[in-house]
């Protein structure tokens, strides 16, 4: 009846449990809300840690029968809740506060006894333990997919529940209605006319979009069913049109598409009807979560049909076809991406600008890392030299000023002596260079000698950098810790054009253009560098080494352009860091940006660019969201690195496989150059 | 690993080549022409710096020089510990253990509390040395702990995938035990307690008293004392603790070199080195053998983890950083995994980090500077370290 394994999973969950709650989570976790009022996020926790025990005891015992599951399910969660009771019990007898800090400012007892007395509220715990446990042991006993859409309809209703006060004035539930609607229309009408080629189905797609928004648009102004939303009672008809023709389109790009972009666009239609549900009852009460619940219940029951639908049609389409399809998908993402800033608000956007400079470093490092298998531990380095370089050039400095210290002159001189400050568009090319050139000058002695010695090195480098920024003896040029300050913010000067038009890129708002134009050109670039000689080079080296020099490629040779290549694009995620944060200090180039770096394009993905992107959402996104869980962030990239290479080595968007097939098929005539 | 001091290193030319022929096989490679520009320079801007300090009218003075040596070599008795623990995991499973530096400073944290138990109970005041005793050993005791575990989870499960796997597992386990010291045991930094520890009254007549007539002498203090001695008409200031750490980890260096040459169970790691399919043939528990060099390695440094506390007194869960891609450095200097070369290694470095500021003229914010340029230059002449044989380019 009774498993050996259920006693010592479950006393490895009870430790790891132990553990957590010694070092104060819960007191942490308790001010957040997840169901207002309600449910706080150490529940949340609580019911993670004792149905994650329950599940994997259960587990083992599957072909037991049901009775075995809940049975062991229980026993498993209860040695779980019992650890944490004991807990409680020895935090009462004696101080653990000397050694155990935080239980100082965040004790247990009152967060796990639910406000109760000890005796109480262990009983209470240990009641909610072995709930949780017959819970785990009945969702193993019924179909997996049916699990699966609990499980995660379940997580991303707690996360929608966790941004509330972020999320909230998104959208309103009128405009996701309207999108969600003319989204369909363009589907369905793409689905019945799949006979036809896909520009006649995008046509077809655009001219609804825009029609249902030209009667949406005259129903919202009569009625009062817009009220609040943005895209219904946008200024001007032709904008309305433009807008809901798009979507349309994109209804019909989505319903023959790959899966990554039918599953993302569901996901993103997930989400606009949560949030304008969120929107609709002001905040997460009971209604709004139940509603929730049952947005993505559904979600991810119609997911795996539809898109084996699409994805099936898509693979059925001539080649032509596809990529129209696919570039059109491309340039929607784009438009969205565009326009995204003026509905997010000024603190995602700002959040969307950190995401995407790590996104360009981390397409940097990819190249370097995911292409070539180079483990650069110091890539920080080069995103310094970077925005020192930048840092130096636009202001006032020994080497704009002629080599005179801009403290020895005086103020009013200033313009005329120092006549080498440069504008940002003149000095990031500079940057992007100087740390290619620090790549290749670092790369040589190191490339040639075994691996292991790369990351050692560039660790060490990524430091020499720091503190040489840091230092009293180059204080004249880099400022020692007080870094170089009043940096010049990038201008885009078009008066020539119309007088107003002079825009200043220091906002979250408008530097956020700058970084998108910067992950565009460098996720091109990197995406175009892989399918090269080079990159197919770069790959044979990370697949064999030997086998890579016997093909007679040049390693060293194709390993300091990958390497100077990566540090190049960390010079430009440098350059625009500089520009946007108008200074610069040492202490914003330590090891862990490289070490965040390189955890997100290996959980992402190693070599596959969405990858990247996602690896940076999730890794730099989601910790400033959650600012409660920001002390629990490297903890959580300690283990997420350790957890992923063993579960998952390939990383969550691992990048395609490239099949012989397709090779010989972009090796055909009338594609051109592949 | 495999290798001694006595084999000699084969990288760049033989013994029938004369010494013209190998300056004019040095001058064909550009990088070491590079290198060897380097080096003249720094050669040319010490002897400047000394000039110039010597026209100044205030030369070196040689009582510094030696402080400095002696502080060098407390130093790098240190890194040669961390760095031996690098060094016997690399030469058995060709894979750096980046979560070393945290097993050190598990040895340090562990350490205090240890200490800190002595202090409350007066155990430290009572009998000093058992309380000392009783500290290293529960560092030493963390530290193995925290190795095993490592091993264990992060590590053998991955026995056999690509090399850059297990790399990344070490970089996030690293990041995660220091994570979870600073998580549970909160974000003060831990100071170890003021310890006298008093030997030999009779032969060091030092804090005398005189009670009822007699003298009563305390002995030299081995942890805190600092002492002016006469030396060769020197006048030098010297700290007995430097001694302390530079002869104890000589020991425990002799004591590793005694188990893996004379034991059955170093004999066992070296043939699991050398080749791991065929050592299983013979009949060696490989798991065995590996869990034992982790504890090894882990031993050393929990124990140079409470050694550096003693006299830095300060603990924090970021403590292992530097030692530790220091004495990684020391142990690719020396050749990795090559146990000679690492102690050589961790001396040199800690040798050259002290003496490097003053010679150069440099502040020394810059010391981790001249670390890794040294460890640049080493790479340029001798790939594979100064003690490194030429490693057969063999598939972990």
Redesign the interface.
């Known amino acids: 009846m009774i498993a050996s394994s259920t006693f010592r999973q479950g006393s490895y969950a009870a430790a790891v449990a132990i ?1 957590l709650a ?4 819960f007191g942490k976790l308790d001010e957040r809300q997840v169901v207002t009022g309600a449910i706080t996020l150490s529940m949340v926790l609580l019911a993670i840690m004792l149905c994650g025990a329950g599940l994997m005891t259960a587990s083992r015992v599957k072909e037991r029968g049901i009775v075995a599951m809940l049975f062991n399910g229980i026993l498993g969660s209860l040695i779980v809740g019992a650890g944490l009771a004991l807990v409680m019990l020895v935090e009462n007898a004696i101080d653990l506060t000397f ?4 239980l100082k400012t965040d004790p247990i007892t009152p967060v796990l006894t639910f406000g109760q007395t000890l005796s109480s509220g262990i009983i209470l715990l240990l009641v909610l333990s072995a709930l949780a446990g017959a819970i785990s042991g009945a969702l193993l006993s019924i179909p997996s997919e049916a699990r699966q859409i609990i499980l995660l309809s379940l997580a991303l209703t707690a996360s929608v529940g966790l941004l509330e006060a972020q999320i909230k004035s998104i959208n309103t539930l009128p405009d996701a209605l309207a999108v969600v609607g003319v989204l369909g229309t363009g589907y369905l009408v793409a689905i019945n006319q799949m006979q036809r080629s896909s520009l006649v189905r995008l046509g077809l797609g655009l001219g609804i979009g825009a029609i249902v928004g030209i009667v949406l648009g005259l129903i919202a102004n009569g009625g009062g069913f817009g009220t609040g939303s943005r895209l219904l009672s946008a200024p001007g008809i032709l904008s309305q049109v433009i807008v809901f023709a798009l979507i349309g389109g994109m209804g019909s790009a989505v319903a023959a598409t790959q899966r990554n972009i039918h599953n993302g666009t569901l996901f993103v239609v997930g989400f606009l009807l949560s949030i304008g549900v969120l929107n609709w009852q002001n905040s997460m009460n009971w209604i709004a979560t139940l509603l929730i619940l049952i947005v993505f219940a559904t979600l991810f029951w119609l997911m795996p049909r539809l898109t084996a639908e699409a994805s099936s049609r898509f693979e059925t389409q001539p080649r032509p076809e596809r990529q129209v399809n696919q570039r059109f998908s491309l340039l929607i993402v784009l438009l969205v991406m565009l326009v995204a800033p003026l509905f997010l608000g000024q603190y995602i956007t700002s959040i969307f600008d950190l995401v995407g400079l790590y996104i360009i470093m981390g397409i940097g490092l990819n190249i370097a ?1 995911g292409y070539t ?1 180079l ?1 650069v ?1 110091g890539f920080v380095a080069f995103f310094a030299l970077g925005a020192y370089t930048v840092g130096t050039l636009t202001t006032p400095s020994l080497l704009t000023c002629g080599g005179i210290l801009p403290a020895d002159i005086a103020r009013a001189d200033i313009p005329t002596i120092c006549t080498g400050v440069m504008t940002f568009w003149q000095a990031w090319p500079i940057a992007v260079i100087v740390s290619m050139l620090a790549g290749v000058v670092l790369g ?3 490339l ?6 790369l ?3 560039t ?3 990524g ?2 950098i720091r ?2 920024t ?4 180059f204080k004249p040029i880099f400022g020692g810790a007080q870094g170089i300050g009043n940096i010049p913010v990038p201008v885009v000067d078009l008066t020539f054009l119309n007088p107003a038009w002079r825009f200043e890129l220091g906002s979250a708002f408008n530097i956020y253009y700058l970084i998108l134009f910067g992950i565009v050109i460098t996720a091109f670039v990197a995406y175009r560098l892989g399918s090269t000689r080079l990159g197919r080079a770069w790959r044979a080296i990370r697949a064999d080494e ?1 086998v890579a020099r016997a093909m007679g490629i040049n390693l060293t040779r194709a390993k300091l352009l990958s390497f100077a290549v990566g540090a190049g694009f960390a010079g430009l995620g440098g350059a625009i860091f500089g520009s946007w944060l108008q200074g610069i200090f040492p202490n914003s180039f330590t ?1 862990l940006v490289s ?1 965040n770096v ?2 997100l394009i ?1 959980i992402g993905g190693l070599g596959s660019i969405p990858g990247v992107m996602l690896g940076a959402v999730i890794l730099v996104g989601l910790p400033e969201i959650l600012r409660e869980l920001q ?2 962030r ?2 959580a ?6 957890v992923v ?2 579960a998952r ?1 390939e990383g969550l968007i691992p990048p395609p496989v490239r099949r012989l097939s397709e090779q010989v098929d972009s090796a055909t005539p009338q594609q051109g150059k592949a | 690993m495999a290798s001694t001091a006595s084999q000699p290193a084969t990288t760049s030319g033989g013994d029938g080549v004369s010494l013209a022929q190998r300056i004019i096989k040095l001058l064909r490679n550009p ?1 070491q022409v590079a ?1 060897l520009v380097i080096v003249i320079f720094l050669v040319w801007t010490i002897i400047q710096n000394l000039t110039g300090l010597a026209a100044a009218g205030r030369p070196l003075s040689v009582e510094r020089i030696i402080r400095v040596i002696i502080f060098g070599l407390a130093q790098g008795s240190i890194y040669a510990l961390i760095a031996l623990g690098y060094t016997l995991v690399y030469g058995i499973l060709s894979m ?1 253990n980046f979560a070393h530096s945290e097993v050190f400073m598990s040895g340090a944290y562990i350490g205090f ?1 240890a200490i800190h138990w002595a202090e409350q109970s007066g155990l430290l005041y009572s009998n000093t040395a058992l309380a000392l005793l009783i500290t290293v050993t529960v560092g030493m005791a963390a530290a193995v702990t925290i190795a095993v575990l490592l091993e264990r ?2 590590y053998r ?2 026995r056999g ?1 690509p ?7 070490a ?10 010291f600073l ?6 930094t831990r100071v170890y307690p003021e310890v006298n520890f008093y030997v030999l009254p009779q032969l060091f007549r030092l804090e005398c008293e005189t009670i009822d007539g007699a003298e009563i002498c305390k002995g030299m203090d081995l942890i805190n004392g600092r002492y002016d001695v006469q030396l060769l008409g020197m006048e030098l200031q010297l700290r007995p603790i430097f001694f302390v750490v530079f002869f104890l980890a000589v020991l425990m260096m002799a004591i590793l070199w005694y188990i893996v040459r004379r034991t059955k169970i170093g004999k066992a790691m070296r043939a699991v080195a050398e080749d791991r399919k065929t050592a299983s043939l013979m009949g060696i528990n490989v798991d065995r053998v590996i869990v034992s060099t982790f504890i090894l390695g882990a031993a050393l440094a929990g124990a140079a983890g409470v050694l550096f506390a003693l006299y830095n007194t300060q603990v924090s869960p970021f403590m292992g ?1 530097t030692p530790g ?1 220091k004495a ?2 020391a142990a ?1 200097i020396g050749g990795i995994g090559n146990i000679p070369g690492a102690m050589f290694g961790g001396l040199f470095l800690g040798v050259t980090e002290s003496l490097a500021p003053t010679l150069l003229g ?2 020394s ?2 010391e ?2 001249i ?3 040294l ?2 230059l080493v ?2 002449f001798r ?1 594979t370290g100064i003690f490194g044989e030429v ?1 057969s ?1 063999k598939k972990a």
């Open positions: 553990l010694l070092t104060g989570v050694v155990f800090a935080e890392v298998g483990l531990l040589i002695p190191v040639r000698l075994r691996g292991d010695y990351a050692i090195v660790l060490g480098f430091e020499i503190l040489i840091l230092s009293g003896d030997d090891v070490i390189l955890a290996i002390d629990y490297l903890l990239f300690g283990v997420l690195l350790v290479m063993l080595p | 990088l290198g750096i509390f989870i992060a499960p991955l995938a090399r850059l796997v297990p790399l990344i597992t970089i996030g386990a690293s990041i995660a035990l220091q994570q979870i998580r549970l045991f909160g974000s003060a950083f891609i990684f450095t690719v440099m502040s914010q810059l981790d500077v670390v890794f340029g460890l640049i790479l340029i790939p490693l380019e």
